[in-house]
């Protein structure tokens, strides 16, 4: 029988955040990635009309788990989370940490340790759905900051998402691409596929629409912070030889200095 995909719904939350919801018709199960506030999520289960059953947190900051008591306590759904933090977040049941895996109905869902934004920091990876959810790791066009982890760290984290398979849809804990694609177009002002996306991303937030979700495919061809190990690249920034992580320090820092 073929695999039928996770229909999904993207909510916008606080000012730039988002959560996901993901439902699984046929095992009867809905999950909800990160928390930014509990009146956004409850309008999209409302909307949907899907049952809550599983909550994942990708990393401990407020804006991503801000209305988790509440939403917990008015589904009852069971919360998987960072076991880094189990003491910041005491809502978690389930802590699961980087190589460790579950299954979520009939998908099998990889905890992929990212630390680098944050020590706890965890993505999430469902093969058989093709689906990645990166946080505040990878985000369209960037990555997040680094607070906690070192900007080697992060490269890690970075490269491990970037490893997917490329045909990947993820979803990210923020809508800064149009930012972070602009910061892109400063390192490679002549990647025409950059170029091309840049366009597109415009478009879509000119009438205020979401870029989230991406590939893995369209960051390999346009996310300056993956392409960091690519030789022009490195040689464009007059660090040809150097390691990858330390290109991508640089970039980071560029854009932390932007
Ligand atoms: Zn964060
Ligand atoms: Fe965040």
């Known amino acids: 029988m073929p695999q039928l995909p996770l229909e999904t719904k993207l909510i916008a939350c606080r000012s730039d955040n988002y959560a996901v919801l993901a439902h699984d018709k046929e095992a009867n199960l809905t999950f909800l990635v990160d928390v930014p506030e509990a009146d956004a999520v409850r309008k999209a289960l409302q909307e949907t009309g899907w049952t809550l059953t599983h909550i994942l947190i990708t990393h401990h900051h407020h804006d991503h788990v801000e209305g988790l008591a509440a939403i917990k306590a008015e589904t009852g759904a069971k919360v998987i989370g960072p076991a880094d933090s189990k003491d910041k977040i005491p809502q978690i049941d389930e802590p699961v940490s980087d190589g460790d895996a579950f299954k979520l109905g009939d998908q099998d869902v990889y905890i992929l340790g990212t630390p680098g934004h944050t020590l706890d920091h965890v993505c999430y990876w469902l093969p058989k759905a093709q689906l990645a959810f990166t946080g505040d790791t990878l985000f369209v066009m960037g990555c997040g900051r680094v607070f906690e982890g070192t900007l080697k760290d992060m490269w890690f984290a970075v490269?491990?998402?970037?490893?997917?398979?490329?045909?990947?849809?993820?979803?990210?804990?923020?809508?800064?691409?149009?930012?972070?694609?602009?910061?892109?177009?400063?390192?490679?002002?002549?990647?025409?596929?950059?170029?091309?996306?840049?366009?597109?991303?415009?478009?879509?937030?000119?009438?205020?629409?979401?870029?989230?979700?991406?590939?893995?495919?369209?960051?390999?061809?346009?996310?300056?912070?993956?392409?960091?190990?690519?030789?022009?690249?490195?040689?464009?920034?007059g660090m040809a030889g150097a390691e990858d992580w330390e290109v991508f320090a640089e970039i980071r820092t560029r854009k932390d200095n932007a």
Request: aromatic fraction near 6%; hydrophobic fraction near 35%; charged fraction near 30%.
């Open 159 to 237: 490269d491990k998402l970037a490893k997917l398979p490329p045909e990947t849809t993820f979803f990210c804990g923020h809508e800064y691409t149009e930012a972070n694609g602009n910061f892109c177009l400063t390192i490679e002002p002549e990647n025409e596929l950059l170029k091309q996306r840049m366009e597109e991303i415009r478009e879509l937030r000119a009438k205020g629409l979401p870029t989230v979700p991406s590939t893995i495919l369209d960051e390999l061809t346009t996310n300056v912070f993956l392409r960091a190990n690519d030789p022009d690249l490195k040689e464009s920034l």
